[in-house]
């Protein structure tokens, strides 16, 4: 097993590492090289009940070979050489391998593997010396290597190991590795032979979610002889359960975000184009297509890892002088006939689509991610994938950047006199048609942007806006029509719904059941969440 | 005989009425008394194409009636067109008996594909013809009634009313994709043998069904030139060109607009059921948002308004297609993208509107 060899290394690493520092700093006199070499040559002819008091042995000897030695052993690296005879240890394959002398550590060149004899180990004196290894790790200055001796031996308690823990507690300044500690002593102590003992052990590991820790609580709760204990094993489970359970909402509740926020990048576009200006774009889904298709044309030529930040932009000016084009040439002779600009619109998103088709291919095209948004990330005990967690932040700058530009740049000012009033904004001398071309240019650009996004979640293809058309639509609706942050509000929420509704329902059911629950609640509140007040709204 | 005067003055209708008459007659004779060699000769696949076209003209008819006169866009008639279908195929689906893949006397090979033990109790029924002609009215009837009520009632309309229909035929197209719904999932209900005891594939079975296509288009066109030509008809248009001063006149402007879209899903759900059994598949595709919006489409394109125009533009608009998927299939989606671009600007009222304004003109 991969990891098990990994672990192995890492711990070959480590005890190399101990080593530099037990020579430096240790105070206390090391053992002599002589009683090292006494103890190993018993090794070759002990059993394995005699090779574990030897092991025992030599871990209070306190020499600063031990711990490679022991590793050494482990690994079945560990030789008895006949000619001159002597201990050493070997590394590399082959029939030559190197070996070094096992006490002194020094270098020995090559060897035929005929001459050394393997002194073996099996699966139980592996754990212990796993279990020993660590002991010896918890003197290290280094707290990294403390916790690491520390977590080993959560792997593999051992009632007997638990001394040198029990010991370094005392000492430990580190509250992390100390809490830690107190995990590993009562983890051990639910093998002791004193019920109250168990009992309180089991008491202090409620709630802690390792399987090591869960799997014996799980045992004893169910076959220990003494009631107390068991009872105290129960509770201490159904404190793990809950904390796993909060864990479990706090995961639902981070995919529904991630939903939520692709909802409102998706959704966030329209509501300037179809809040701010009422107008009704069904080619909006395929402006955000034109985005992620512009994401992957950038990937052809730049290195992935370079080229979102390029691609946004670049997607933003694309999707914005498409929908500039498309208000100028359909959309502005429509104004005031809005289920006109509905078929309009939607004919131009069918161009659009079969344009795709026709010039990249009807299959799908693959986006790749970034190195730095694969990968998972933990935040607190949650594990979260990176490129969702990226995505939603995405969504919050992209939410920011366009509040402020509505809110304090002097298009955005603009936009929202003629959206209120636009015989009133023309006398106060502002270019309607201008503003309408470029709000709805920002519009589609943001959709444009959203698509970058989407790139990042989903296939690349010409039906990528047709699968987000009626969502985005629900959720400026719902949200109520010309307010931007009742289209947050929705997204979220929308998106929380629906990854809460799953795991009870499934993912298409869950869907529907939103979509009802849109319809009906449409029915009953027709302005939505966050209705517009005063005259403008009833136009 | 005299013509009632609501049809004496509407020419165009007469005009359809006639072509409709003559293709009834002419096309059974043309397909099942030509010898195949003729040149004259109407293959089955023809007759078919024909009786599809037939029944997109009805359920551009419907929708029509809505959006020409009432000025509600519903953008999920598909959804009515493919549940009077589903109904109407579940019957076919019980008349398979024993001869499926399986060989099931009660359940469709789906169910026992799936390993259902028995048939669902919404099936139940479905293998009376009457039972399942009934529910071709109700079901879509009764959804466009509830949903039209609740939306109405609170002035839910414009683009509003259009979003939520989309998102209702969406739902819809979702849910009947699941298997779990019982209604065969993906693939639909398929592999029909017979209908009324008749095999379904027999040059006559289609000859029948495209005659039965045309009856149901020539009533459902008049049903809907009756209803507009009444006081209540006259309301319709009252409420499309100003809903807020039709109610303050007194009228109960969401029963009206609930009971003529109720009337109107109806007929769409007629036509879906006349469909089925001539292409020989229904499934969750039918119910495709662009499957509605394109019935929106053939409408724009032949005039609404108009009722005429709308099977005008239906047929064209088909023809159009079959034609074009089969000669550039490349091409279709733009064609059909520039149609809708090119109506709205440049032909708000349709062919029949370019034609009235011709006659203007000349007269």
């Known amino acids: 097993m991969p990891s098990r060899t990994l672990i192995r290394a890492g711990f070959l690493t480590l005890a190399l590492a101990l080593l530099a520092l037990f020579g430096a700093s240790l105070a206390r006199a090391a053992a002599d090289d002589e009683e090292v070499r006494a103890t190993l040559a018993q090794l070759r002819d002990a059993d394995f009940d005699g090779k574990t008091e030897l092991i025992e042995k030599l871990v209070t000897l306190n020499h600063s070979r031990v711990a490679a030695i022991l590793q050494a052993l482990s690994d079945s690296r560990l030789y008895f050489q006949e000619d001159p005879e002597r201990i050493v240890i070997g590394s590399g394959d082959g029939a030559e391998i190197a070996i070094e002398d096992a006490v002194s550590g020094e270098a020995l060149g090559q060897a035929g593997k005929r001459g050394l004899d393997r002194i073996t180990a099996n699966n139980r004196l592996r754990s212990l010396i796993e279990n020993r290894l660590a002991g010896l790790g918890l003197a290290s200055a280094d707290p990294q290597q403390r916790k690491a001796a520390v977590e080993a031996f959560l792997r593999n308690p051992d009632p007997v190991g638990a001394a040198p823990l029990r010991a370094r507690l005392e000492v430990e300044t580190d509250t992390g590795i100390k809490e830690l500690l107190a995990l590993a002593l009562a983890l051990a102590d639910l093998a002791s032979d004193d019920a109250t003992v168990r009992a309180k052990a089991a008491t202090a590991l409620g709630g802690q979610m390792q399987t090591e820790i869960r799997g014996p609580l799980t045992r004893m709760a169910a076959e220990d002889s003494d009631p107390a204990a068991r009872e105290a094993a129960r509770i201490a489970l159904t404190r793990t359960e809950f904390r796993l359970q909060m864990l479990g909402w706090a995961e639902t509740l981070f995919f529904g975000l991630s939903l939520g926020s692709v909802l409102i990048l998706a959704a966030i576009g329209l509501a300037v184009t179809f809040g701010v200006m009422g107008v009704i774009n069904m080619a909006h889904g395929e402006l955000m297509m034109l985005g992620a298709y512009t994401t992957w044309l950038v990937q052809q030529w730049l290195p992935v890892n370079w080229s979102l930040p390029v691609a946004v932009p670049l997607a933003f000016l694309v999707a914005a002088l498409v929908g500039i084009a498309i208000e100028r040439g359909i959309i502005r002779f429509l104004y005031g006939r809005p289920l006109e600009t509905l078929l309009a619109t939607f004919g131009v998103s069918l161009i659009l689509q079969q344009a795709v088709r026709s010039i990249f291919s009807p299959l799908n095209r693959s986006v790749a991610s970034p190195d730095w948004m694969s990968g998972t990330i933990l935040l607190g005990p949650l594990e979260v994938t990176l490129n969702r967690l990226v995505i939603v932040g995405f969504c919050i700058a992209v939410f920011a950047v366009l509040w402020l530009a509505l809110q304090r740049t002097r298009l955005g000012l603009e936009v929202r006199a003629v959206a209120q009033n636009r015989a009133m904004a023309r006398a106060m001398g502002v270019r309607s048609a201008r503003v309408d071309a470029l709000t709805f240019g920002l519009g589609s650009g943001i959709a444009g942007v959203a698509g970058v996004a989407l790139s990042q979640l989903t296939n690349v293809g010409p039906n990528l806006g047709q699968s987000y058309i009626v969502d985005s639509f629900m959720v400026v609706v719902f949200g109520g029509v010309g307010n931007l942050w009742g289209t947050l509000v929705a997204g979220l929420s929308l998106g929380v719904a629906n990854k809460l509704l799953e795991p009870w329902s499934g993912a298409v059911l869950a869907k529907i059941l939103v979509l009802v629950f849109l319809i009906l609640f449409i029915q009953k509140r027709p302005r939505g969440l966050f209705p517009q007040r005063g005259r403008a709204a009833e136009v | ?363």
């Not at chain 2, 009444?230 to 029963?255: K, N, Q």
């Not at chain 2, 036509?271 to 662009?290: M, S």
């Open chain 2, 1 to 363: 005989m005299r013509l009632p005067p609501w049809l004496l003055s509407d020419r165009a209708g007469l005009v359809l009425l006639a072509v409709l008459a003559l293709i009834g007659v002419g096309v059974p004779i043309l397909n099942l008394w030509v010898p195949p060699d003729h040149p004259l000769h109407l293959t089955a696949y023809t007759v078919t194409l024909l009786g599809k076209y037939l029944c997109y003209a009805l359920l551009a008819v419907a929708v029509d009636l809505v959006w020409g006169y009432m000025g509600i866009l519903s953008l999920g008639h598909a959804a009515f067109f493919g549940l009077g279908g589903y109904c109407f195929g579940m019957y076919l689906m019980r008349q398979i008996g024993t001869r499926g893949v399986y060989g099931d006397p009660m359940l469709p090979d789906f169910m026992v594909f799936l390993n259902w033990q028995e048939l669902p109790w919404y099936w139940h029924g479905f293998d009376l013809f009457w039972f399942a002609a009934l529910m071709v009215l109700v079901v879509p009837g009764l959804l466009a009634f509830v949903f039209g009520w609740f939306a109405f009632r609170s002035r839910v309309s414009g683009v509003y009313l259009s979003i939520i229909t989309q998102a209702l035929t969406y739902a819809l197209m979702l849910a009947f994709f699941r298997n779990e719904m019982g209604f065969g999932g993906n693939n639909g209900l398929t592999d029909f043998k017979d209908v009324l005891g008749y095999p379904i594939h027999a040059d006559g079975t289609r000859v029948v069904l495209f005659v039965l296509s045309a009856l149901a288009l020539a009533g459902g066109y008049l049903a809907c030139r009756w209803l507009v030509s009444t006081r209540m008809g006259r309301v319709l248009v009252a409420i499309r060109d100003s809903e807020d001063r039709a109610r303050f006149l007194g009228y109960r402007v969401e029963r009206v607009k609930a009971l003529v879209f109720t009337f109107s899903a109806m007929l769409a759900g007629v036509a879906g059921a006349l469909y089925v059994p001539q292409v020989g598949i229904i499934n969750p595709g039918e119910f495709a948002p662009l499957n509605s919006i394109e019935a929106v489409i053939w409408v724009a394109v032949g005039g609404r308004g108009t009722l005429v125009g709308a099977v005008v533009g239906a047929v064209l608009v088909n023809y159009a297609k079959s034609w074009l998927t089969g000669a550039l299939p490349e091409v279709w989606l733009f064609a059909l993208g520039g149609l809708f671009v090119a109506v709205t600007l440049l032909l708000p009222h349709g062919l029949i509107g370019l034609l009235r304004r011709r006659r203007e003109a000349t007269a």
